[in-house]
Antibody, heavy 120, light 108 residues
Framework: EVQLVESGGGLVQPGGSLRLSCVGSGITTSRYAMAWVRQAAGEGLQWVSSVSAGAGTTYYADSVKGRFTISRDNSKNALYLQMNSLRAEDTAVYYC?????????????WGQGALVTVSS | EIVLTQSPGTLSLSPGERATLSCRASQSVRGDYLGWYQQKPGQAPRLLIYGGSSRATGIPDRFSGSGSGPDFTLTISRLEPEDFAVYYCQHYGGSPGTFGQGTRVEIK
């Protein structure tokens, strides 16, 4: 069974930083492009960032460009999202997901989500 | 940037009825870059349809996708109790992910 487990969420003040992690089991994540997708309470889905399988190419939504950094460690089957200069509007559940092989493909497997709350 | 508009916002139907959900793109897009997801309360989204009309692994055949840019449709032929949820379309061609705002299918 494929499992993606996120961790690192929590409460942070505006302007602060947080690092999310996602570890996969039952799947060799190094074979897949991976992504972060977020969802504010009661709202729809918003793609945040993606990274290619080999980590050579990254993509960001305009709303997080320059503040968030996606990375991966394929030796650990892990994906990360470093979030800096956090704003109230970044408050959301953050899901880790695998693309169906490469980027520019749908999101096939999803984690259960990690809640990030940005508030003073 | 492509914008996806889903309609209706909410669909009120009874179990056994047919559900037809619409997704319209702001410009013509290739159908093989269009997907549909189901999300239930407190759960992560689940991929239903990709490439416009291909069912993902384990998805029952009562779910079907059709259409061509800019208009796409998700059809649930006979609603089961577990199908009442929110459905999102996604275009993954020009960027890794643009989602519609969602259609809620609720029990009438």
């Amino acid at each position: 069974e494929v499992q993606l487990v996120e961790s690192g969420g929590g409460l942070v003040q505006p302007g602060g930083s947080l690092r999310l992690s996602c570890v996969g089991s039952g799947i060799t994540t190094s074979r897949y492009a991976m992504a972060w997708v977020r969802q504010a309470a009661g709202e729809g889905l918003q793609w945040v960032s993606s990274v290619s399988a080999g980590a050579g190419t990254t993509y960001y939504a305009d709303s997080v460009k320059g503040r968030f950094t996606i990375s991966r460690d394929n030796s650990k089957n892990a994906l990360y999202l470093q979030m800096n200069s956090l704003r109230a509007e970044d408050t959301a559940v953050y899901y880790c997901a695998t693309h169906k092989v490469t980027t520019f493909r749908p999101f096939e497997h999803w984690g259960q989500g990690a809640l990030v709350t940005v508030s003073s | 940037e492509i914008v996806l508009t889903q309609s209706p916002g909410t669909l009120s139907l009874s179990p056994g009825e047919r559900a037809t959900l619409s997704c319209r793109a702001s410009q013509s897009v290739r159908g093989d870059y269009l997907g549909w997801y189901q999300q239930k309360p407190g759960q992560a989204p689940r991929l239903l349809i990709y490439g416009g009309s291909s069912r993902a692994t384990g998805i029952p055949d009562r779910f079907s996708g059709s259409g061509s840019g800019p208009d796409f449709t998700l059809t649930i032929s006979r609603l089961e109790p577990e199908d009442f949820a929110v459905y999102y379309c996604q275009h993954y061609g020009g960027s890794p992910g643009t989602f519609g705002q969602g259609t809620r299918v609720e029990i009438k």
